[in-house]
C-alpha cells in the first residue's frame, strides 16, 4: 500500500474523544514474530486453524516483537490474556497448533506499542518514535517489557499501544505516560480508550469514573441502546445510577487515505 502524498489521518484528526474507542475482543493473543510484517501480517502468517480458535474464543490475535532482538528457536512463543487480570506465556510447536493455555505461566506486564507501517503510516511514525524514545528513556530491564506490534486498531489515535494484563487499550501515548505505565504502572487515564473485554458504554463510564477500577454493574450488555438511557451499578459498594446518551461525531478518516466516517459513542449526561 503506497501512502507517500497522503494526508496521515492523526493529523486530521479532529477533538475525537478516547473514551469507548477500544477494539472488542474478550482477550488476546500474541504470538511473537520477529520477521517483516505486511499490511494484513496476521492473516499472512496465522493459520486457518489457529483463528478460528482465537474467534470462538474472542481473542483477538497480534503479532509481537522487540526491536534489536532475533529469538531463534524452533518453538512459538505466545501471550494471552486470560480473563482480566492474568498474562500467561507459553510455546507451542508450530503457528498450525493451538495453545496449551493449562501449560502456560504467569508473565510479567506487556506494553505493546503499534508500529505496522505497511498497514498505516501513523503506526509508523507515531508508534516508532514512541518506541525509540522509550529505548532512551527505560532501562535496559524495563525495555523488555515493552513490544512492538501489529494492527490493534485506532489508527488515527497513534500512538496506540495494549497493556496487558487487564485489556487496556490507550491511544495517544506520550513518552512520558508510558514511561509511568512500564516503571509504575500508573495508568494514564488521558490517554485510556477503554478495557476491550468490556461495551461501548461500560469503557466510557469507566474511564469518566475517578476511582477507575471500582465499579460494578447491575446490568452489563455487549451494546449500547440507540437512546438515551441509564445504567445501574455500584462505585465502592455505593449504588449509582449512570445516564448515558449517544454522541455523533464529525466525519474523519479512520485511517491514512481512508474514506470518511462518522464516530459513534457514548456520553455522560450526569454522573450523581
Known sequence: MNLSGRARCSSQALPEQLAGTAPLAEGWLLIRSDGAWGSHAVNQVVSVGLKQWALRHSYKILLVRQHASRHVTNDVHFWISHGTDQLLHGQMPSLADIPDVTRATPAPPMLVICTNGARDQCCSIDGLSLRKSLGK???????????????????????????????????????????????????????????????????????YVTEYWSISWDEQGDTCPDAPHTHRGHLDGTPKTFHIRPYLGEERPESCGGELSTPQSVLLSDLP
Open 137 to 207: 528513556e527505560l532501562t535496559e530491564t524495563e525495555r523488555g517489557f515493552v513490544w512492538e506490534s501489529t494492527h490493534i486498531g485506532g489508527h488515527r489515535f497513534a500512538p496506540t499501544c495494549l497493556y496487558l494484563p487487564g485489556n487496556l487499550v490507550l491511544g495517544r501515548l506520550s513518552v512520558d505516560a508510558a514511561v509511568g505505565l512500564v516503571r509504575h504502572g500508573e495508568i494514564p487515564l488521558a490517554h485510556v480508550r477503554g478495557r476491550s473485554h468490556l461495551s461501548q458504554c461500560h469503557q466510557v463510564l469507566e474511564t
